[in-house]
């Protein structure tokens, strides 16, 4: 008796996404578990094609709560404030990266 092979089919990365993940394998990422590093680069640095595509997989709920809990470092005061305005949460709480991983001075650079 043949056994079958069980296969997760999951659904690939739309290639207009390619350009964004310039420092990663898109193959290996999975929407659920890379899903804040996913909203990290699409928001920050997305098309609106590509901020559809990620309002489409994940919905206004969890890209909300993405900026409540995730505390991105890539994201510019800009992009937080643009998302801010747009989930109406001016006054509402949410994480910020340690002050280490905020500072884009290097050590090593006068």
């Keep these: 008796m043949k056994r079958e092979r069980a296969t997760s ?12 993940l310039w420092d990663t394998t898109p193959a290996r990422l999975d929407l659920e578990r890379d899903a804040w590093f996913l909203m990290g680069r699409v928001l920050e640095f997305g098309t609106m094609r590509d901020v559809r595509w990620l309002k489409r997989i994940y919905g206004d709920e969890r890209i909300h709560e993405f900026f409540r809990e995730a505390a991105d470092p890539e994201l510019s005061p800009r992009t937080i404030t643009l998302w801010r305005l747009y989930f109406r949460a001016e006054k509402e709480r949410w994480r910020s990266p340690p002050a280490f991983r905020r500072s884009s001075s290097s050590s090593w650079v006068d």
Excluded at 9 to 20: D, K, M, T, V, Y
């Design 9 to 20: 089919r999951r659904p690939a990365l739309p290639r207009h996404l390619r350009p964004l």
